[in-house]
C-alpha cells in the first residue's frame, strides 16, 4: 500500500479544509477532489479552487450533475429552503440521499487510477446533524465494499469522526490554520465564505463550536 499519497473529499468548508491540511501534514503528496452537483451556491466550488490554488494543492472537480436530479434537498434547489431548525422525527431537508456514498465511490475510482490508497473525508459521528451517512458505521461498510469491488487496498480515513466541532476549530489551531479555517472556508448553507449568514444550522454549529473553543483556550 502506497502511504505517501492521499486523496481529500474536498468541498471547501471548515471539515474538509481542515483535514485538507491534516492530509498535507500526513502525506507526501495530497490531491483533493471536490463535486459539482448543482449545488445552490457554485461559489462553493470556486471556494475550495481559490484554497487550493493558494496553498498550492492539486485540485479536481468532478461532474455529479445527476444527484441533484436524483436526490431532490435544500441545498440543490431554489424552491426548498434550508431548514432554520433540525427536526424530531425526520432528517433536515439538507441531507442529500447518497451523497457520501457516491462521493467516496468516485474519488475511490479515481483514486486507484492513480496509484492512490489513502481516502480521506470530514465526515464525523459527533457532529453528524442527523446524517446517516456520516457515521462511523457507514464509513466502515463501504471501506469494506470499495476494497471488493474494485479489488484493491482502500483506507479511508476520519480525522473528525469522534470530536466535536470545538475540538475541530482546535485541530485547526494545532495545525496553524485556525485563521485560514475561520475566515477563508465555507460551510455555509446559504453560501456566505467565512462566519457565514448566523443563520441556517452549519453556521450555528461552526460558530458554536468557535465559540466553545474560544473559551476553553481563556481557561
Known sequence: MNKEKAVVVFSGGQDST???FWAKK???EVIAVSFDYNQKHKFELECAKDICKKYNVEHHILDLGLLNQL???SLTRVDIEVDKETPKDSLPNS????????FLTFVGVFAKQRGINNIITGVSQSDFSGYP???DVFIKSLNVTLNLAMDYQFEIHTPLMWINKAQTWELADELEVLDIIKNETLTCYNGIIGDGCGECPACKLRMNGYIEYMKSKEK
Open 18 to 20: 481542515t483535514c485538507l
Open 26 to 28: 500526513k502525506f507526501k
Open 71 to 73: 436526490a431532490p434537498n
Open 95 to 102: 441531507f442529500v440521499d447518497g451523497r457520501n456514498m457516491l
Open 133 to 135: 451517512d456520516c457515521r
